[in-house]
């Protein structure tokens, strides 16, 4: 088995648990404040890992280049906008649908690398990408509604609100992946925790101007509810650095392809957890998801 496949396994299991505690986060803090917790308390996890890697296993220091600058910062605030979208489609729709309305990122990071990257999936993997998006369809499909009032439903809020967080994810992926390319030495390893860190302490300052400005007193709420906080940023680093090391591995759009696993554990952590129920045209739909991700493992 390839390195990457399990690697994204786990990113995806590890995203799942931190978007499920920030959710519960919501309403103790806003939505940009549970956003804020991901990277202020995830970055210390980022930086030690790297600074261990390069203390205890010889791992080099990569040098700064423009090309990684510029693009682990458009990755990092467009990680922002994501993450925060999600959390707000969470308020919208069950935490199921809205993982999934986000999962449109998968055509849109395939578009995307093949701009930016020059790197186009495979016909089969093309093809896995559509029954994905039908999936997609069925999750928006109102009880009893039609096929023409399914589109309709595309216009919804948490329809909206999720597949722009999936937009800001596909950027936040490309572009993560060509800065990773873009420095000089390393292994995957280090190449990915080194652009995380960069990113999450560019993410920290961002996102603190921001909230100062905008949203007096979260970061003191963000700080006052640190118990939580603290197990959103180890996860989140958890994620975030699967994520990094396997799109430094292999085109971005495979890994986010099977990455839709993660629609396995929000439907569990939707029926087990949040105890919110789901409509046999939603199950439909991620049962298409599924579909769609056993595609990629054939490609």
């Known amino acids: 088995m390839d390195l990457w496949i399990p690697i994204t396994v786990f990113a995806a299991a590890m995203q799942s648990v931190r978007t499920a505690i920030q959710k519960k986060l919501?309403?103790?803090?806003?939505?940009?404040?549970?956003?804020?917790d991901r990277f202020l308390y995830g970055a210390p996890w980022a930086v030690a890992a790297f600074l261990g890697l390069v203390a205890f296993a010889g791992a080099p220091v990569p040098s700064?280049?423009?090309?990684?600058?510029?693009?682990?910062?458009?990755?990092?605030i467009a990680q922002i906008a994501a993450t925060t979208l999600l959390i707000q489609a969470f308020t919208l729709r069950n935490f199921a649908v809205g993982t999934t309305y986000s999962k449109t990122e998968v055509i849109q990071t395939a578009i995307f690398g093949a701009i930016l990257l020059g790197e186009t999936p495979a016909t089969l993997v093309w093809v896995a990408i559509l029954v994905s998006l039908v999936g997609v369809l069925f999750l928006a499909k109102p009880p009893k509604a039609s096929f023409g009032e399914t589109l309709g439903a595309l216009k919804e809020p948490a329809a909206l609100v999720g597949i722009g967080a999936g937009a800001f994810f596909a950027v936040a992926a490309v572009t993560i992946r060509k800065a990773s390319l873009s420095l000089d030495v390393g292994d995957f390893a280090t190449r990915a925790l080194f652009s995380l860190s960069v990113m999450n302490c560019i993410q920290i300052v961002v996102m603190a101007v921001y909230l100062r400005w905008r949203e007096p007193g979260q970061i003191s709420k963000v700080i006052e509810h640190w118990r939580p906080?603290?197990?959103?940023?180890?996860?989140?680093?958890?994620?975030?650095?699967?994520?990094?090391?396997?799109?430094t591995l292999q085109n971005a759009a495979y890994v986010r392809a099977l990455g839709q696993v993660e629609l396995i554990f929000a439907l569990l952590f939707t029926r087990f957890w949040f105890r919110e129920s789901m409509r046999p045209s939603e199950a439909l739909g991620i049962a298409l998801v599924v579909v769609g991700l056993l595609g990629v493992l054939l490609a």
């Open 64 to 76: 700064l280049n423009d090309v990684f600058l510029i693009h682990i910062a458009i990755g990092g």
């Open 229 to 247: 906080s603290v197990l959103v940023g180890l996860t989140s680093f958890a994620g975030s650095a699967g994520w990094a090391m396997a799109m």
């Open 26 to 36: 919501v309403g103790r803090v806003s939505a940009n404040g549970a956003s804020f």
